[in-house]
């Protein structure tokens, strides 16, 4: 027996020390709980508002990149063409969460996305800022002619760096009150945003700020702001309810993010808290259970991850969405999701070579887009964003957006880009025939008028003197007999033929447009070593249309015969500018009528019109 209790002895001591300093360390820490679960539920308070703070602040960096994203359809819009920039405006399809959207060229012309017509942009003072080519976000609230209280964002449009014009939205109250609206400490807290002055800008679903009266938490109740760039908690009366507000800087405008908690609610917590702090206490002095407890604990962990990883592959295999993550002292591409799409292989991480690889998947029409990426290591630049399309493994191109971030070290060299790749396909495709749709002639299917003047004084513009360029003007001839003896239908089929064989007779990179009733316009694109036949190729191409359009329709035991005028006018010798060429080409069009018709006649500005 005695040997025995020898032989445990140091056991005993052992368990009999660590027992004691465990009441000792329980009977010191139950002593001081309340302070140190009292600092410490402020301190976490602080941190959910700081967090809360950030979540609404990339909500609204989200909205107004929304905002931004729309420019582009603008990017090649006349805003002196008011009919052009109000088409544009109206053919938005999203517009995130804004109550309005509107454009207004730099005169103060402006239209919303709804065809209303505001009164002169730049009679105020923060869209005149815009103008200065910088996303602005008012400070303050106003109210709008509903009665509702908006706060107004813009951003610039520019064109070769030159600030044309501003996209602005408005947001509603209640659109930023959902913005604010984050569920948190058991949905007992309410959410306030305030701006530098105190004034109630949002509140969370649920806080009726109207019922308590308050329009200033500074001045309204015994809530003291705290300084800039610091937070505060403070315990206070609010609608007669005694709550703990804590306050945290936005950093736009230097607006705050309130988080008003009922004060029986933390009390509560701290009680909570201090409970399982020390049933902790007594549980850490049977450290077998312990162990197990975490053992178990880290093995559901695991197996939680690993069914969060699956149910990342499943949905980023089925939306085609990657997350890659460049690293530029190793050259290294790690690359997580739905790669299946780009490669074969089952490896997450790349070389350089394969890296390189991937990007000479993109579209040579996005080539820019790949320099970028391929450049940002020589440049300063901290984020990377864009959509270009990318061939995957079926031969097919799809489009991606990608979000990047570059990591660089304090002397400015790149290390890493972290990012991700989303497949906006559909997308991109459904704008893309919306455009279509907008610049299309409904009957014929060729460019309407407004988009055949757009796409060709687009080529003009950026057009040299080796340059060749042709407009012919088509006139059918006889078109008013189909009407008038076969009817309107066969008038149409009509219009539909001389489209199509429009459209056989000029390739693919010039242009057929609708710009009258019975008349056609096409822009030819000469290549700069066709230049030395250039003449020859403008003749073949106006034979063509004449001796193509020539054709007898039938109809009602009738028949009509129709012929094609053609007039011609070539950049740069008729002209530089569409307007000249089309005047020209049309010049040459009524000498043709005149002498005959069925035939073509090109613009020379030595003969006498």
Wanted: glycine content about 6%; hydrophobic content about 40%.
């Amino acid at each position: 027996m005695k040997k025995r209790l020898r032989d445990h002895l140091p056991t005993l001591v052992s368990v009999l020390s660590a027992m004691t300093l465990l009441i000792t360390a329980l009977l010191w820490f139950n002593s001081s709980i309340g302070k140190r679960v009292s600092a410490t539920s402020e301190s976490y308070l602080t941190e959910n508002t700081r967090a809360f703070a950030a979540v609404f602040g990339t909500k609204l960096d989200d909205q107004i990149a929304v905002l931004e994203s729309q420019t582009r359809f603008f990017e090649d819009v006349d805003l002196n063409d008011h009919e052009a920039m109000k088409s544009a405006i109206m053919s938005l399809s999203d517009t995130g969460v804004f109550k309005t959207v509107g454009v207004s060229d730099t005169n103060g012309f402006a239209i919303d996305h709804s065809g209303n017509i505001p009164e002169n942009a730049l009679s105020d003072d923060f869209l005149r800022a815009a103008m200065n080519g910088s996303i602005i976000l008012s400070s303050t609230a106003a109210v709008d002619d509903d009665g509702e209280k908006v706060i107004l964002t813009g951003v610039p449009i520019k064109r070769k760096g030159i600030t044309v014009g501003i996209i602005y939205g408005i947001f509603a109250g209640d659109i930023l009150d959902t913005l604010i609206n984050i569920p948190n400490h058991a949905n007992k807290e309410a959410s306030l945003l305030l701006d530098s002055s105190g004034n109630i800008l949002a509140a969370s679903e649920g806080y009726d700020i109207d019922r308590m009266n308050i329009s200033n938490l500074f001045s309204d109740t015994d809530v003291v702001p705290p300084g800039k760039k610091t937070d505060s908690v403070t315990e206070c009366m609010i609608g007669g309810i005694n709550s703990v507000a804590v306050i945290t800087t936005v950093g736009i405008h230097d607006w705050y993010f309130v988080s008003i908690i009922p004060k029986s609610s933390v009390d509560a917590q701290i009680s909570d808290i201090s409970r399982d702090v020390i049933v902790l206490i007594i549980i850490i002095g049977f450290a077998f259970v312990i162990l197990f407890i975490s053992i178990m604990y880290l093995m559901k962990c695991n197996s939680d991850m690993l069914r969060t990883n699956e149910k990342f592959k499943l949905v980023t295999v089925e939306s085609q969405d990657m997350i890659f993550d460049y690293n530029f002292q190793k050259q290294i591409l790690t690359l997580d999701g739905s790669k299946d799409n780009i490669t074969v292989s089952e490896k997450d991480e790349f070389t350089k070579s394969e890296t390189l690889g991937f990007l000479s998947l993109i579209h040579d029409e996005d080539k820019d887009m790949r320099m970028r990426i391929l450049d940002v290591v020589n440049t300063e630049d901290t984020s990377i964003k864009g959509e270009f399309r990318l061939r995957c493994l079926d031969g097919n191109y799809s489009w991606f957006r990608i979000r990047g971030t570059v990591v660089r070290s304090h002397d400015g060299h790149a290390q890493r880009m972290i990012g991700s790749l989303i497949n906006v396909d559909e997308q991109m495709n459904r704008e893309m025939r919306l455009i279509e749709k907008a610049e299309s002639d409904t009957l014929t299917g060729v460019f309407n008028k407004s988009a055949f003047y757009d796409h060709v004084s687009t080529n003009l513009r950026t057009a040299s003197d080796s340059d060749l360029f042709a407009i012919y003007i088509i006139d059918i001839d006889n078109f008013k007999a189909v009407n008038d003896d076969l009817g309107h239908a066969m008038g149409d089929q009509v219009l539909s033929d001389v489209a199509k064989k429009l459209c056989i007779i000029f390739s693919d990179m010039d242009y057929v447009g609708r710009v009258g009733g019975d008349e056609f316009a096409a822009f030819l694109h000469l290549p700069s070593k066709a230049r030395n036949v250039g003449m020859s190729i403008i003749d073949s191409k106006a034979k063509a249309i004449c001796s193509h359009l020539s054709d007898t329709y039938h109809a009602k035991n009738k028949e009509v015969s129709i012929t094609a005028s053609v007039g011609v006018s070539i950049y740069p010798y008729s002209g530089r500018d569409y307007n000249t060429l089309f005047r020209n080409a049309d010049k040459a069009l009524e000498k043709v009528k005149r002498n005959g018709k069925d035939q073509y006649g090109i613009y020379s500005p030595d003969e006498n019109y």
